[in-house]
Nanobody, 124 residues
Framework: QVQLEESGGGLVQAGGSLRLSCAAS????????MGWFRQAPGKEREFVAA????????YYADSVKGRFTISRDNAKNTQYLQMNSLKPEDTAIYYC?????????????????WGRGTQVTVSS
C-alpha cells in the first residue's frame, strides 16, 4: 500500500521559514518523480515544485522561485520543501505527490499518489 505522509507545516510569521517533509512507503521511491502542490481556501490546487528521480531536475512555480527549494533523499524515501521568506499568500494546504515516471510534471493529474496534506499558515 502506497503512503505519502507530509509533516512540518504550521503557523509562521511573514518572512519566516518552514521545512516540509514527505515520507513515502510502498513504492520504489527512487523511480518516482515527486512534486509539491498547494491549495488555498476557495482556490484550485496549484503546482509549487517538482523534482526528478535523481534530483538533478527541479522546477518551480514563478510565485515561489528563489524562495522555495525542493530536494529529495532517495536513501530515506523522503522529499523536502524548504520554504523561506514566506508570505501570507503562501497560506495553503501543501500536498506531496508522486508520479510513476522519471519525468516530472507541472500538472496535478499527472501524479499517481497523494498525501493528505499539511497546513501552512503565514501571518502578516
Amino acid at each position: 500500500q502506497v503512503q505519502l505522509e507530509e509533516s512540518g507545516g504550521g503557523l509562521v510569521q511573514a518572512g519566516g521559514s518552514l521545512r516540509l517533509s514527505c515520507a513515502a512507503s510502498g513504492l520504489p521511491f527512487g523511480n518516482h518523480a515527486m512534486g509539491w502542490f498547494r491549495q488555498a481556501p476557495g482556490k484550485e490546487r496549484e503546482f509549487v515544485a517538482a523534482i526528478s528521480t535523481g534530483g538533478g531536475g527541479t522546477y518551480y512555480a514563478d510565485s515561489v522561485k528563489g524562495r522555495f527549494t525542493i530536494s529529495r533523499d532517495n536513501a530515506k524515501n523522503t522529499q523536502y520543501l524548504q520554504m523561506n521568506s514566506l508570505k501570507p499568500e503562501d497560506t495553503a494546504i501543501y500536498y506531496c505527490a508522486s508520479r510513476d515516471s522519471m519525468w516530472t510534471s507541472l500538472q496535478a493529474n499527472a501524479y499517481d499518489y497523494w498525501g493528505r496534506g499539511t497546513q501552512v499558515t503565514v501571518s502578516s
